[in-house]
């Protein structure tokens, strides 16, 4: 089946450091790759996503790269804010004709300390 | 705002009891999906609706679980004799597009149920 696993949490950086999260995936087909992130009392907001392999996604500062060969999509930020405090997900779907299904990974809690 | 809307936000429920949770779609979105997370987990997929027809139910849709979608705009998901393992985030997302081709899907905020 397919799958997607994260980085356990949580992660607690100061501001300005350099951040890593590491998603590795297990897929029965050729995924898209995502991430997610849903800051506190809020909903999922698409943050950056790729579609093939070695494209980059990236979006506010963050970037992440679909790798095959690795089966990662490890999502990096060069300097955090503490405004990036919130719950990051990696997610997966099968490019297939009719598939609607996002697969997640668990979360990774990341708090940015001043 | 025009986003996806959820209501209720939260929902405290005693077993047994009977459910229900309303979701408003971004207008003119055709696609509709349920979603659940539990605490420490990633969402899980639930069922999808095109429109009002509802094409993929996951396993973990019990027979006590049916959502609806009667005229193509807001959905609703009702759980019949709660559990406490029932527990968890409901959130509801939609779309114009499937996200197969890494089109956008928008989630809402989730209702929380807690089953006591």
């Known amino acids: 089946g397919n799958s997607v696993t994260q980085m356990e949490g949580p992660v607690t950086l100061s501001e300005e450091a350099f951040l890593t999260i590491n998603c590795t995936y297990t897929?029965?087909?050729?995924?898209?790759l995502f991430w997610y992130v849903q800051y506190p009392g809020e909903g999922l907001q698409l943050l950056l996503k790729?579609?093939?392999?070695?494209d980059k996604g990236s979006n506010k500062g963050f970037e992440a790269t679909y790798r095959k060969e690795t089966t990662s999509f490890h999502l990096e930020k060069g300097s955090v804010q503490v405004s990036d405090s919130a719950v990051y997900f990696c997610?997966?779907?099968?490019?297939?004709?009719?598939?609607?299904?996002?697969?997640f990974g668990t979360g990774t809690r990341l708090t940015i300390i001043p | 705002d025009t986003g996806v809307s959820q209501d209720p936000r939260h929902k405290i429920t005693k077993r047994g009891q009977n459910v229900t949770f309303r979701c408003d779609p971004i207008?003119?979105?055709?696609?509709l999906y349920w979603y659940r997370q539990t605490l420490g987990q990633g969402p899980e997929f639930l069922t999808y609706?095109?429109?009002?027809?509802?094409?993929?139910k996951s396993r973990l849709l019990s027979d006590r679980f049916s959502a609806e979608r009667p005229k193509g705009s807001f959905s609703t998901l009702e759980i019949q004799r709660t559990e406490q393992g029932d527990s968890a985030m409901y959130l509801c997302?939609?779309?114009?597009?499937?996200?197969?081709?890494?089109?956008?899907?928008?989630f809402g905020e989730g209702s929380w149920l807690t089953v006591v």
């Open positions: 997302a939609s779309s114009s597009k499937g996200p197969a081709s890494g089109n956008t899907i928008y």
């Open positions: 207008s003119e979105h055709n696609r």
């Open positions: 897929a029965t087909g050729y995924p898209s």
């Open positions: 997610a997966l779907i099968i490019s297939n004709f009719g598939n609607e299904k996002l697969t």
């Open positions: 790729a579609t093939k392999a070695d």
């Open positions: 609706f095109q429109n009002e027809a509802q094409l993929e």
